[in-house]
């Protein structure tokens, strides 16, 4: 079951912050966040196991409400190195993940 | 830093022919995946691997796609008869524990169906 994220694309300018939404229809295990460049392999940011949990490194940061089987993740006064597109990968209980359609973040000098 | 190796970084084929895309996982993981990624759009998973079979894979994959894993280290994907449609990025991951798997993923293999 592919989770859903919104939204599908986003522009921002240089220092301006941004939230990426990723949501379930079936209960969730974990939440991983990966950011992909153009031409490149999707990268790993973070992994959320617990309800309610909230983790983060550097500006950016996630939130996993396990009852809501919701996650946001939040990127705060952006960069241009933030650019990309980030995709959330859900685990429903003993089932291996899947990535959600992506969202395209474009930050702008 | 360990990392996921995979061959070829591209390859070209006619409609219709077998292609065998390989994988290096990092040694001590024990899952390993293959997704896809056609230009553009999302990543599809495709097949985990998991003590030397097959624990998960998606609705397309038995229509075209066969996973080995022939020694120790090599884990392959067979796409056979191949058709333009299965023009994509193909990407291998591999990850320590199910659910809470942290994915390491290869650079991929890009395939062009002519």
């Known amino acids: 079951q592919q989770p859903v994220q919104s939204p599908q694309a986003v522009i921002l300018r240089e220092g301006e912050d941004a939230v990426i939404n990723c949501s379930s229809s079936k209960a969730l295990y974990s939440v991983h966040w990966y950011r992909q460049k153009h031409g490149e392999a999707p990268v790993f940011l973070m992994i959320?196991?617990?309800?309610?949990e909230q983790k983060g490194h550097d500006k950016i940061s996630a939130s996993f409400n396990e009852k809501k089987q919701q996650s946001s993740l939040y990127l705060t006064a952006s960069q241009l190195s933030y650019s990309g597109t980030y995709f959330c990968g859900t685990a429903i209980y003993g089932q291996n993940f899947v990535f959600g359609p992506g969202t395209r973040l474009s930050v702008l000098p | 830093e360990p990392e996921v190796t995979q061959t070829p970084s591209h390859q070209v084929t006619q409609m219709g022919q077998e292609v065998i895309l390989r994988c290096v996982p990092i040694s001590n993981h024990l899952y390993f995946y293959w997704y896809r990624q056609i230009l553009g759009q999302k990543v599809e998973f495709l097949v985990s691997f998991y003590n030397n079979e097959i624990s998960e894979k998606s609705e397309i994959f038995d229509d075209q796609f066969s996973v080995e894993r022939p020694d120790g280290s090599n884990f392959t994907l067979k796409i056979r008869s191949t058709k333009l449609e299965d023009s994509a990025m193909y990407f291998c991951?591999?990850?320590?524990?199910?659910?809470?798997?942290?994915?390491?993923f290869g650079a991929g293999s890009r395939l062009t169906v002519l």
């Open positions: 959320l196991l617990k309800g309610g």
């Open positions: 991951a591999s990850g320590g524990a199910a659910g809470a798997n942290v994915l390491t």
